[in-house]
């Protein structure tokens, strides 16, 4: 059974900062990794996905990353703004029926 | 543009009465549909998923029903709420294929007393 962790549970950090959030997953046997947002008491926005033979996808200051070999995915922020302030939910899949969310990383961007 | 709607935004329900939660996409034809619970500190657990219109498949035994009774519908229904169908229900929509994106609505908040 597929099991997906995300550490930290929460991140605080400075304006400006570059950052990494992180993603693992038990069974390399995926289709694609999924990067979400969730606003406070909103639905997810998809930001990012990344198919299983790719290594990495890019979006503004966004960049999410692939290793099947070692279940790892990150996703790197570029100098962080307030408006970044959110909770990130990453989930693996095998099929569109078959994502497995992550519990999610909330970050905070200090002014 | 797709958009998908979601209502009612918040839903204050006493133990043992019905429920029915609603969701519609709109700008896109046969998309698969889902309806994901978000409990506090625990992860989307997905409920269920269809892939045409009277296809319902459940992830997981539970007190919940759906109904897909048009193409872009999706239904939520209970006939007898429990305190612990409390939590953050999401529709969302994808198309078909293992490498599409998920779309999900705005949510909504249902507390069960």
């Known amino acids: 059974k597929q099991e997906v962790t995300q550490i930290p549970a929460a991140l605080s950090v400075p304006e400006g900062e570059n950052l990494v959030l992180n993603c693992s997953f038990t069974d390399s046997a995926i289709y694609n990794l999924q990067w979400f947002r969730q606003d406070p008491g909103k639905g997810l926005t998809s930001l990012l996905l990344?198919?299983?033979?790719?290594r990495e996808q890019t979006s503004g200051r966004l960049n999410a990353s692939l290793d099947k070999s070692s279940g790892r995915s990150t996703l790197y922020i570029a100098a962080s703004q307030p408006g970044d302030s959110a909770t990130y939910l990453c989930?693996?899949?095998?099929?569109?029926?078959?994502?497995?969310f992550g519990k999610g990383t909330k970050l905070t961007v200090n002014p | 543009s797709q958009t998908i709607h979601q209502w009612p935004a918040t839903l204050v329900q006493p133990v043992g009465s019905p429920l029915s939660l609603e969701c519609t996409v709109e700008?896109?034809?046969?998309?698969?549909l889902y309806w994901y619970r978000q409990a506090a500190g625990r992860g989307l657990q997905l409920l269920f998923y269809?892939?045409?219109?009277?296809?319902i498949s459940s992830e997981v035994p539970q007190n919940l029903s759906a109904s897909r009774p048009q193409d872009r519908q999706f239904i939520l229904s209970s006939k007898k709420l429990l305190l612990s169908d409390s939590g953050f229900y999401l529709c969302a929509w994808s198309r078909g294929g293992s490498n599409e994106k998920l779309f999900f609505g705005s949510g909504t908040q249902l507390s069960v007393l």
């Open positions: 990344i198919q299983s033979s790719q």
């Open positions: 989930a693996s899949s095998r099929g569109s029926e078959k994502l497995v």
């Open positions: 700008g896109t034809s046969n998309p698969n």
């Open positions: 269809s892939v045409g219109i009277g296809q």
